[in-house]
């Protein structure tokens, strides 16, 4: 069975502070997938990044930066410079790979709540 | 880009009544759409997996005859929740893919409320 844990429920910082989201995940399979969506408070999923099980190559998206680790299964994720539009629902989910590498249904976190005050 | 809608993005209904939320891809074919729920403050769960032309495939603890789900094109998916009760209130999103594509695209969800 897969799983997700975001051990981080809430999270509040000054504007300009970095912050970074933890995300930790369980899987028996040895391809899939780790994604990262921030969803504000009108809902809608935002779609900000997937991570290939096989590709432990760090990202960096602007302010945006993701630490993948498979030692310790975790795919963290770090706000630098963090705004006040930062403040948001972020969900990790984990999804496992098919054959023919297509991703299956997806396996949320908990989420954790950033507020980013001005 | 991809690009999913979800209608109505709001709805409220009175107890027993039964409403039908639309998921459509607008400009991609999809095989497959997911169904899941979310409750205020907590995480998206998965409720069933609709694929085109077949029976969808429902998650452990959802009722099948209460949502009712129908991929009858491949770009259209409907989602009934039947015999509504307040605790069918939630927000409801779906997501579609492509046939070869490993992208999951995100609807905006739809808030049911039930009085």
């Known amino acids: 069975a897969q799983k997700v844990t975001q051990a981080q429920t809430e999270i509040s910082v000054v504007e300009k502070e970095d912050v970074t989201l933890d995300c930790v995940y369980e899987t028996r399979d040895t391809t899939y997938y780790l994604f990262w969506y921030k969803q504000p408070p009108s809902g809608e999923l935002v779609f900000l990044i997937r991570r290939n099980s096989f590709d432990e190559q760090n990202e960096i998206s602007g302010r945006y930066s993701w630490n993948f680790q498979k030692s310790t299964s975790s795919f963290n994720f770090t706000i630098t410079a963090s705004q006040v539009v930062d403040s948001a629902v972020y969900f990790c989910?984990?999804?496992?790979?098919?054959?023919?590498?297509?991703?299956?249904?997806?396996?949320f976190g908990s989420g954790t709540q950033l507020t980013v005050l001005p | 880009g991809a690009v999913v809608s979800q209608h109505p993005s709001r709805v409220i209904c009175k107890s027993g009544t039964s409403v039908k939320i639309e998921c459509r891809s607008l400009d991609f074919q999809a095989t497959t759409m997911f169904w899941y729920r979310q409750f205020p403050k907590q995480s998206l769960m998965l409720m069933a997996t609709s694929n085109e032309g077949s029976k969808a495939t429902y998650e452990q603890g959802v009722e099948k005859d209460k949502f009712l789900i129908n991929h009858a094109s491949l770009t259209l998916s409907t989602l009934t929740v039947t015999s509504a009760h307040p605790e069918d209130s939630s927000f409801y999103i779906c997501s579609a893919r492509p046939p070869s594509n490993n992208e999951q695209f995100f609807g905006p969800g739809t808030r049911l409320t039930v009085l």
């Open positions: 989910a984990l999804s496992e790979a098919r054959m023919g590498g297509s991703a299956r249904q997806l396996t």
